[in-house]
């Protein structure tokens, strides 16, 4: 089994940074892949970053060159520091892991935790 948990989100000025970190407990040996999704009322949930498993990372078209996602796995963290935050930034952000062997990989969650942008 393994545990995700957000920190990091609140409520930040238009133009503003933030760094999210989701810290992995649990079986951490089985986390294959990490990245971070974001889910607002207005939009299904999305794709923000991810760091795959040979360790490229992935950007959304939207948020490439303002956000930098980032895994340590001597610490079982992946954060994820935004910078030129927009209000479309707002949303809950949460933190997934692909886990098990790689014929069956299957996805673990975090609860999230929320970014809101707003003056």
Avoid at 24 to 42: D, E, F, L, V
Avoid at 92 to 105: E, I, K, R, W
Wanted: proline share 3%; aromatic share 8%.
């Amino acid at each position: 089994q393994v545990q995700l948990v957000e920190s990091g989100g609140g409520l930040v000025q238009p133009g503003g940074s933030l760094r999210l970190s989701c810290q992995a407990s649990g079986a951490t040996y089985s986390i294959y892949a990490m990245g971070w999704y974001r889910q607002s009322p207005a939009k299904e949930r999305e794709m923000v970053a991810v760091v795959q498993g040979d360790g490229v990372a992935k950007y959304a078209a939207s948020v490439k060159g303002r956000f930098t996602i980032s895994r340590d796995k001597a610490k079982n963290t992946l954060s994820l520091q935004m910078d030129s935050l927009n209000p479309e930034d707002t949303a809950v952000y949460l933190c997934n892991a692909h886990v098990g062997p790689l014929s069956s990989l299957w996805s673990v969650w975090g609860k999230g935790t929320l970014v809101n942008v707003s003056s």
